[in-house]
Nanobody
Framework: QVQLVESGGGLVQAGGSLRLSCAAS????????VEWYRQAPGKSRELVAV???????DYADSVKGRFAISRDNSKNTVYLQMNSLKPEDTAVYFC??????????????WGQGTQVTVSV
């Protein structure tokens, strides 16, 4: 059973930093795209950052220059370093990956989410 577990959220003042972690129960991140999403109250879930299997990265315009996604395949973990945080970054952050032992068995995996709250 594949599980994704996020951690690292919390309460921080505007301008501060947090590093989120997403740990997988198995070696499923290697060579796969992994994304961080966030969902604020009353809003739809939005894509924040992606790291591809080839380690190419991309970001939502709202976080470019402030957030950085990275991976450590030896730890089956993907990180989201968040700097210069703003109150509008307040949301529950989720990691996501599509994986399966075979092509036919590929499905979406989501973590439980970690709350990030940025105060003014």
């Amino acid at each position: 059973q594949v599980q994704l577990v996020e951690s690292g959220g919390g309460l921080v003042q505007a301008g501060g930093s947090l590093r989120l972690s997403c740990a997988a129960s198995g070696n499923i991140f290697r060579r796969n795209d992994v994304e961080w999403y966030r969902q604020a109250p009353g809003k739809s879930r939005e894509l924040v950052a992606v790291i591809t299997g080839g380690d190419w990265t991309d970001y939502a315009d709202s976080v470019k220059g402030r957030f950085a996604i990275s991976r450590d395949n030896s730890k089956n973990t993907v990180y989201l370093q968040m700097n210069s945080l703003k109150p509008e970054d307040t949301a529950v952050y989720f990691c996501h990956v599509k994986w399966g032992p075979t092509v036919e068995a590929i499905r979406d995996y989501w973590g439980q989410g970690t709350q990030v709250t940025v105060s003014v």
